[in-house]
Each structure stands twice: as structure tokens, then as C-alpha cells.
T-cell receptor, first 109, second 112 residues
Framework: GQNIDQPTEMTATEGAIVQINCTYQ??????LFWYQQHAGEAPTFLSYNVLDGLEEKGRFSSFLSRSKGYSYLLLKELQMKDSASYLC??????????WGAGTKLIIKP | IAGITQAPTSQILAAGRRMTLRCTQD?????MYWYRQDLGLGLRLIHY???????GKGEVPDGYSVSRANTDDFPLTLASAVPSQTSVYFCASSEASVGEQFFGPGTRLTVL
């Protein structure tokens, strides 16, 4: 079966750095997405990785290792508004997104 | 309209009733999707459409049907609602089946 694993919840301090990990086992791979979802709102796109390596976009970076079935999302200089759930999703061989359950990130002052 | 809209925002429905959730996008995206999101689970794909006139089944299609008569609209119908269909439903669209998906604000559905 297809499976996306990520921690259920993480806590970090304002101004710090946090890394959210995602491991996947899917039928085929056509890219990995990270989305942010604030409580009661729709998911919004953060990043897309299809090749191994690090993609940096402002305070957010995403890393992919296809051989290890592993990705992480790195958030720097954490702000209170970063409190949200972070969703990892893999585009499988049928070009359908398989979603993890999400990681709820709690930022403390 | 800017982006994707969904209606209604929320609904309480008696079991056995028929219900259509509406979704409209103005980005001229080819692909559209319906997901349900339940606590502790990832988003699960119900149905999708890669282009107007075509639809396909996702991971959890039973009890749901869709149509794609034109590019902009992608309604989801529950023929006879059951309590297990209580969920938050998100409609999404993307320019192509490979690209970033844009989500609507969601419909919170409760079936009693």
C-alpha cells in the first residue's frame, strides 16, 4: 500500500528553527509537495521537489532524497503566524496526490 | 470570483437525503479534484477530472458522483447521505495534473 509518514505534532519557540520530516512509500514518484494549512482554512502551496536536493524559498526550505523516500521542510526564524499544520504529499505513478496526515506545529513565545 | 469558490460553507443534512456540493474556479484550470479531510487522516481523493468532459475515481469514490460539463464547474453529489460522510470537503484545481493544486475554502458537512 501507499504510505506517507510525518510526526503528528511538534512544538518550537518563536525565532528558532524547526525541521518537519516526511517519509513515503508510494507506487511511483512524480514529485513531493509541502502545503501549509491554518486551522479552519484551506491548504496553501509551499514547495515542490522532484529532484534530490534542497529548494530554498525565503524562510522555508524543502529537501528531498528519492533513494531514501525522505523529505523535510525547514522553517527558519519562526513567527507566531507559522503555527499551522504542514502537509506532505507525493504525486504517485497515476499522477494522484497521496497525502500525509499532517504535522501540527505549535509556536511558543 | 477570484480563485475557487465552494458552496455551501457548511450544511447539516439528514441521512438519506441527496446533496450537491458546488465548486467553481475562474483560473481556466484543466484539472479539478474533490477531497475529504477527516481528523487524523490525510486528505483523501474522492473524484477528479483532468479536463472538461472527463472524470475519474480517486481513493474513496463510493457514495459520491461528479460531473464536469465545462471547465469552470465541478459539482460533487451525495446520492443518499450517510453519517460516515460527515467531513470537510475541499475542491481543488490545477493547470495540469502535475502542477500545484489550489484549494477552495471547504464545505463542512454533517450528516445526522
Amino acid at each position: 500500500g501507499q504510505n506517507i509518514d510525518q510526526p503528528t505534532e511538534m512544538t518550537a519557540t518563536e525565532g528558532a528553527i524547526v525541521q518537519i520530516n516526511c517519509t513515503y512509500q508510494t507506487s511511483g514518484f512524480n514529485g513531493l509537495f509541502w502545503y501549509q494549512q491554518h486551522a479552519g482554512e484551506a491548504p496553501t502551496f509551499l514547495s515542490y521537489n522532484v529532484l534530490d536536493g534542497l529548494e530554498e524559498k525565503g524562510r522555508f526550505s524543502s529537501f528531498l532524497s528519492r533513494s531514501k523516500g525522505y523529505s523535510y521542510l525547514l522553517l527558519k526564524e519562526l513567527q507566531m503566524k507559522d503555527s499551522a499544520s504542514y502537509l506532505c504529499a507525493v504525486l504517485d505513478s497515476n499522477y494522484q496526490l497521496i497525502w500525509g496526515a499532517g504535522t501540527k506545529l505549535i509556536i511558543k513565545p | 470570483i477570484a480563485g475557487i469558490t465552494q458552496a455551501p460553507t457548511s450544511q447539516i443534512l439528514a441521512a438519506g437525503r441527496r446533496m450537491t456540493l458546488r465548486c467553481t474556479q475562474d483560473m481556466r484550470h484543466n484539472a479539478m479534484y474533490w477531497y475529504r479531510q477527516d481528523l487524523g487522516l490525510g486528505l483523501r481523493l474522492i473524484h477528479y477530472s483532468n479536463t472538461a468532459g472527463t472524470t475519474g475515481k480517486g481513493e474513496v469514490p463510493d457514495g459520491y458522483s461528479v460531473s464536469r460539463a465545462n471547465t469552470d464547474d465541478f459539482p460533487l453529489t451525495l446520492a443518499s447521505a450517510v453519517p460516515s460522510q460527515t467531513s470537510v470537503y475541499f475542491c481543488a484545481s490545477s493547470e495540469a495534473s502535475v502542477g500545484e493544486q489550489f484549494f477552495g475554502p471547504g464545505t463542512r458537512l454533517t450528516v445526522l
